[in-house]
C-alpha cells in the first residue's frame, strides 16, 4: 500500500506560479510512475503530467504543455509540479497518483492505470 499526501495549492492571479509536491510513504519500492490529474468544479478528472519513478519518461496534457514541469527526488519520495505561466481555466483540484504495477508507460496518462491516490490540493487562479 502507498499513501500520498499533496501540498502547494493555493490562490494565485493569471501568469503567475505554483509548485506542488507529493510525498509517497508506505511501500513505494513497488512504484512504477507517479501522475498528476486535476478536476475542476462540474467537469471529470483529466490528466496533467507523468513521469516514470525510475526513468525520464514524462507524458504532459496538450493544455499544460511548456508551462508545467513534472519532476521527482527518489530520495524523499517526492514528486513536485512547477506550474508556470497559469490561467483561470487551470482552476481545479489537483491530485497526485501513483501507478503501482508494471504498466506500459502508454498507459500513465490514464486515471485507471493509478491505485493511489492523495486528498488532492486546491488551486485557484484569478484572472
Known amino acids: 500500500q502507498v499513501q500520498a499526501v499533496e501540498s502547494g495549492g493555493g490562490e494565485v492571479q493569471a501568469g503567475g506560479s505554483l509548485r506542488l509536491s507529493c510525498v509517497y510513504s508506505g511501500r513505494t519500492f513497488g512504484l512504477s510512475a507517479t501522475g498528476w490529474f486535476r478536476q475542476a468544479p462540474g467537469k471529470e478528472r483529466e490528466f496533467v503530467a507523468t513521469?516514470?519513478?525510475?526513468?525520464?519518461?514524462?507524458f504532459y496534457a496538450d493544455s499544460v504543455k511548456g508551462r508545467f514541469t513534472i519532476s521527482r527526488d527518489n530520495a524523499k519520495n517526492t514528486v513536485y509540479l512547477q506550474m508556470n505561466g497559469l490561467k483561470p481555466e487551470d482552476t481545479a483540484v489537483y491530485f497526485c497518483?501513483?501507478?503501482?504495477?508494471?504498466?506500459?508507460?502508454?498507459?500513465?496518462?490514464?486515471?485507471?492505470?493509478?491505485?493511489?491516490w492523495g486528498q488532492g490540493t486546491q488551486v485557484t487562479v484569478s484572472s
Open positions: 513521469i516514470g519513478w525510475r526513468g525520464g519518461t514524462t
Open positions: 497518483a501513483a501507478v503501482t504495477n508494471p504498466l506500459a508507460a502508454s498507459r500513465w496518462v490514464i486515471a485507471s492505470s493509478y491505485d493511489s
